[in-house]
């Protein structure tokens, strides 16, 4: 750990061992004065309220008290740092970008919100999101929390299938869309694939489309309402809307094992600690400081550290619009240098990709502002850690690997830059206040150094409070596989230094390019396809990727297996999830490997997938056995 880092942190060695203490010993006011970091218009007195047990499952945090998050995230910046950039937006196009100060960003958030008001949005109206990489991504999260409606953000790259089925979940009847968005010089047709989403979603009433490109596009009378003209003439004064710590702040479909996806629902107080103490801690942020995080909006690393935690510390945030590979393999690094971003955040997937293009991308720029680096959304490989370390920092910069999920709104488990010792591949440790455990299939509990399933045994703020309109599948989802603890679904290793390293999902979720999917979505896009009568689809590990899609495909009687028709189910997948879910490798085959109760024994799937053939285990228990040898005779080469 380099000496000026544990010089200057907010958190040195001994300020880790002294927190994880107090929060045992005093967990009450730990956790009191952890949400003093924010402006309460009413100071909880009400701290921690859980309970993971079946009977009485509950959880609260700071439920009496009440806030306003676009008020913490600007109007509180006003007094000593209107002025100041708050966020810095980098456009598609290298020659496209702007800063916006605070005093700008909040005129705007309170112009939208009061168009969003104008428009019929109410406190507790769900209100969808699909948008560019634009600063009004922002803006419209911030004016939904300004007027206390619950925002529901879907990535740009999802098909209209996805969004309808997101729009029905939550019965959202507002959408905030743009014209078009811009990716790589290519045109996103977003409002397009909003019009095709919403033939099957009669109940939106309102269709707020953002100019981008300046494209036409079609006007669906009544409904949809061009938002400048709005903008212009809407009052820049919206006073925030005082809302309960527990009320609702954002909604977010994530893939699970099975089903269709969740609307992961957090709310408004705990979140919002949970965002910014980390941001501070994690990264170690400082006032002034230029901070790059490079996720979408449309996840949950985008949500926590493009707009909320970085905004409420009154930190500048940089929002990138393109891709890292446009124009060319530099364009990281040049947004670093243009801007002097001093705290980068991205995941492994984009540094694998950019590792290899060698070197010299990299070299030909400067990248002394840099201080410190981040990686997150799967496991970060020591080979393009070391990579990050040596060619990106320089040597110079620590990088903290940060374990978290959709569900627990941001970081948990993560090295702090001046207080833990790095190694490259692991997490780490948890926070303060994190609580994990391995456990083994049958939930006894692993100590010492050990493999097993990641669970955590306490709740933190910034925990997910429920599954949108399905509070059962919210406890069945992670708390009854080891009752009385929340599940990740993740798998870990715990060295002999107490550090943790998370071997990736044990479930069947997938984490493609740091996309997290359920192989069960992709199954039901392709037995959706009339030619399909069965599919199953594993993940297998890829070298850029982290995991590629492997689908084994049984086909209806009498339709011949063609390499157009493998082409045709590709393209089938993208159209009805979106593009990063097209599976790699398609394999037809005339059966699938069952049980006699008809169960898909995943198991000897993913070992085909990847050509892993000697180790097949048992297959004694399929209905037919002889299926297995057509699979590993007819392998797709991956
Ligand atoms: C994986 C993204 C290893 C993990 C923030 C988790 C990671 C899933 C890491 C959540 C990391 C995330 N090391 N694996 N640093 N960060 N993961 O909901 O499998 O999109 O369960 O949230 O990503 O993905 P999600």
Redesign the pocket.
Known sequence: MPEAWARRAHMDAAGYDAAVARVEADPEGFWRDVAGRLDWIKAPSQIKDVSFDKADFHIRWYADGVLNVSANCLDRHLPHRADDVAIIWEGDDPADSRKITYREAHEEVCRMANVLKSQGVRKGDRVTIYMPMIPEAAYAMLACSRIGAVHSVIFGGFSPDSIAGRIKDCDSRFVITADEGLRGGKIVPLKMNVDLALTSCPGVEKVLVIRRTGAHWLEHGGRDVAYEPLRDAASTDCPPEPMGAEDPLFILY?SGSTGKPKGVLHTTGGYLTWASWTHELVFDYRAGEIFWCTADVG???GHSYIVYGPLANGATTLIFEGVPNYPTTSRFWEVIDKHQVEIFYTAPTALRALMREGEGPVQKTSRKSLRLLG??????NPEAWLWYHRVVGEGRCPIV???????TGACL?SPLPGATALKPGS?SKPLPGVKLQLVDAEGVVLEGAVSGNLCLTDSWPGQMRTVYGDHQRFFDTYFSTYPGKYF???GCRRDEDGYYW?T??VDD?I?VS???LGTAEIESALVGHHVVAEAAVVGFPHDIKGQGIYAFVTLNVGVAATEELRGQLVRWVRQEIGPFAAPDVIQFAPGLPKTRSGKIMRRILRKVAENDLTNLGDTTTLADPSVVDDLVKNRAGA
């Open positions: 994530t996840w949950v690393t990686s997150v959304g799967e496991p970060i690997d940060t374990w978290w999920q959709t569900e488990v997490a990740t679904g993740d998370i990736g999902r979720v984490n740091g996309h997290r």
